[in-house]
């Protein structure tokens, strides 16, 4: 038994030291040690390339939630990252680009302009304090983007429950078929998400509806990514809230 545990012990330290150390893409991009390029790829996908510029051991880079990416004019609107992500950079890197899994971001404001399909985008600073400490939740509980767009557009633009509304999904490839892309139950859990990131959700124009919206989450069916932990706390949480 002893044998079995100090071979288990050295197995995890040996692979505990071959990992690599991790690297927030903001910083690595800041000490020259790669060059990255952005596009957006439509609604919710932002195409990254990476090469490595210097350096020959391989790493962890970090994408972060909250990372703004822009384009340079007004014809896009800006995205943000609501999940943190990483991927492996090696020595192979340093001859040519390469590209990445997509980045998963979502729109910065409501529905004013299109979201990047195609454009090149830079990052760009982001000084809203609440957005990022929702973030911060969004991030810890792993919400998807429908989830992530409400608590983005709620606490960043206080959007009401008709402009959430204003965002479809399409149904068909024709199109002529779609529903809010945003449901119920993603508004009930990003009004959590904001209690728990200190922000006074009271203070917001959806909260007005709140009443409404707890009612419609109720009837409805709850979406696949709301996992079962994370709809018992919800739950648990509106009706602390006194609905």
Not at 20 to 31: C, D, F, G, I, W
Request: charged share 20%.
């Amino acid at each position: 038994f002893f044998a079995a545990s100090i071979a288990a012990l050295i197995q995890t330290t040996l692979f505990a030291q071959t990992e690599p150390p991790a690297s927030p893409l903001p910083e690595a991009l800041t000490t020259g040690r790669i060059s990255a390029q952005f596009r957006g790829a439509g609604i919710d996908q932002v195409r990254m390339h990476v090469a490595l510029l210097h350096g020959s051991a391989e790493f962890e880079l970090v994408v972060p939630a909250g990372l703004v990416l822009a384009p340079a004019d007004q014809k896009s609107q800006p995205v943000i990252t609501c999940m943190t992500v990483f991927y492996r950079v090696t020595k192979k890197n340093e001859a040519s680009t390469i590209a990445t899994d997509p980045i998963v971001p979502v729109c910065l404001l409501k529905l004013e302009g299109r979201a990047p399909m195609g454009d090149p985008l830079s990052i760009k600073p982001q000084e809203n304090s609440e957005l990022s400490a929702v973030l911060r939740i969004v991030d810890k509980y792993l919400a998807g983007p429908p989830l992530g767009q409400a608590a983005v557009w709620i606490t960043a633009t206080d959007a009401s429950w008709a402009d959430l509304g204003r965002l479809h999904t399409s149904l068909s490839l024709a199109g002529n078929e779609s529903r809010a892309t945003i449901q119920p139950a993603h508004v009930a859990a990003a009004l959590m998400f904001m209690d728990l990131a200190k922000i006074d959700c009271a203070k917001r124009r959806i909260w007005k509806e709140s009443e409404h919206i707890c009612e419609l989450a109720i009837h409805s069916t709850v979406p696949d990514e709301l996992a079962d932990g994370l709809k018992a706390e919800v739950n648990n949480w509106w009706a602390a809230a006194g609905f």
